[in-house]
């Protein structure tokens, strides 16, 4: 492992320890007599302190290195004289005994910050940047926690989740299908599925009273403020039930989901 400990892992109770993290530099600061870096990988930020008394080549290595630099660094948890209570390890920082370059980096065409200087196209084009900006990268392991949640909430109810098909027959549906060439069958199509409604009703019919599938669906149609060419549905479908019983499971997922990932209760 390139690592023992993550960026946003150590704590005041690890103060003592021999630790090796990894991550990309975040910003560096050349106070003279002292070098200090912030580490940071997917979990946080950690303090690399560097004193050129100790170690001057090991200061000046750690001033060559640029933001981005893909770095592993080596050293002993020691309490920080200056708190930093805006990040989680902010009680500690790490003074570094050994220091490997895995990567270098060109200077990035934005910053990689919450509040970035760059605009939209600039960001897009270097979508791989982008995702280590904490709005983006927290807004996928959001995305990831309601996935999981769902999966939870909805198995306990008895629902299995199937997989259904992508490649299909075309379906007459609200909008025109995306479709896919036949390498074996030349002059033929498949289509792309705009729902899973046709497989969802075929499981029904087999007896898998309680389905769903966190699907992807595509629809070639013009773009709106609520619609994209391809997107993602929970989709489910529930035999011998009612309208009531539809609300009430649906309601119910929405509550948790509420709850367990924002701590808001709704009646």
């Not at 005041?12 to 002292?34: F, H, N, P, Y």
């Not at 910050?113 to 084009?125: P, V």
Request: charged share 30%.
């Amino acid at each position: 492992m390139y690592r023992s400990h993550t960026c946003g892992e150590l704590r005041i109770e690890d103060v003592g320890k021999t630790v090796v993290l990894a991550g990309w530099v975040q910003r560096s600061r050349d106070l003279g007599g002292m070098t200090f870096l912030d580490l940071r990988d997917r979990y946080g930020l950690t303090q690399l302190a560097f004193d050129m008394e100790t170690n001057a080549i090991l200061g000046e290595q750690a001033r060559k290195l640029g933001r981005e630099f893909v770095i592993q660094a080596s050293g002993t948890v020691i309490e920080r004289s200056s708190k930093n209570k805006n990040i989680t390890t902010g009680d500690v920082e790490i003074t570094v005994t050994e220091l490997k370059i895995l990567n270098t980096s060109k200077l990035p065409p934005f910053t990689i910050e919450d509040e970035t200087d760059g605009g939209e196209d600039l960001r897009m084009k270097y979508r791989y940047l982008d995702i280590r900006r904490n709005p983006v990268k927290n807004a996928l392991l959001f995305r990831h926690k309601v996935a999981m949640e769902v999966r939870k909430y909805l198995s306990d109810l008895d629902f299995c989740e199937v997989e259904t098909p992508y490649l299909i027959k075309s379906t007459p549906e609200g909008a025109r299908d995306f479709v896919v060439p036949s390498r074996m069958n030349e002059g033929q199509f498949y289509a792309l599925p705009q729902s899973p409604q046709t497989f969802k009703q075929l499981l029904m019919v087999g007896g898998m009273d309680k389905y769903f599938q966190i699907v992807k669906c595509f629809r070639d149609e013009d773009l709106r403020a609520d619609r994209q060419p391809e997107f993602t549905q929970i989709d489910c479908e529930m035999a011998f039930v009612e309208q009531e019983d539809i609300l009430n499971v649906f309601e119910g997922l929405t509550r948790h989901l509420l709850k367990t990932l924002r701590g808001i209760d709704v009646a």
